[in-house]
């Protein structure tokens, strides 16, 4: 079940749209924004369910970082690096979490400021990607658990997003 969600979470991050359309950079760094904001939004979801709820959480965020070290030794990062890479990466992850938490109840101007400086490191205007977070983020928030064992998650199509 949690490799399921994880799997769709993924295909959600990487859909071809996210990197043409929206500008996330086509790199590790890209699909590491690219996944961080759509497993914070699925998390945030979870968190606020109750039990099993947050359980499921913390499944799915144990499974995010497992494939993360998986992705990170498949780069050709050493044994002896990847834990420090993991420190960051973790932090990395904990932290945009939080912020995309504060974002989402503080208005769209601070979303997409949030936005523009996490996954765009300010180099663009995060308006239309700010708007695909709130659509998803609404879609997830009438889900109702059997969505997250079962699937699938209710992502928007990008593309559908002006």
């Known amino acids: 079940m949690i490799d399921r969600l994880h799997g769709e979470i993924v295909a959600a991050a990487r859909n071809p749209i996210l990197f043409t359309d929206y500008a996330i950079e086509d790199n590790f760094e890209g699909r590491f924004e690219a996944v961080t ?3 914070a939004l699925v998390l945030r979801r979870l968190n606020a369910m109750p ?4 359980e499921l959480a913390q499944d799915l965020i144990d499974a995010v970082f497992r494939h993360f070290d998986i ?3 498949e780069t050709g990062i050493g044994d002896i690096a990847v834990p420090k890479r993991m420190k960051t990466l973790a932090e990395a992850f904990l932290g945009r979490g939080a912020a995309y938490d504060r974002a989402l109840t503080s208005g769209e101007e601070v979303l997409a400021a949030t936005l523009a400086r996490n996954v ?3 180099r663009t205007n995060a308006i239309r990607l700010s708007r695909y977070v709130k659509a998803t983020d609404r879609a997830l928030e009438t889900a109702q658990l059997e969505v997250f064992s079962i699937g699938p998650v209710p992502f928007p199509e990008p593309s559908a997003i002006a």
């Open 37 to 39: 904001l759509h497993a």
């Open 120 to 122: 765009y490191a300010d």
């Open 51 to 54: 039990r099993p709820g947050p």
């Open 71 to 73: 992705a990170l030794r």
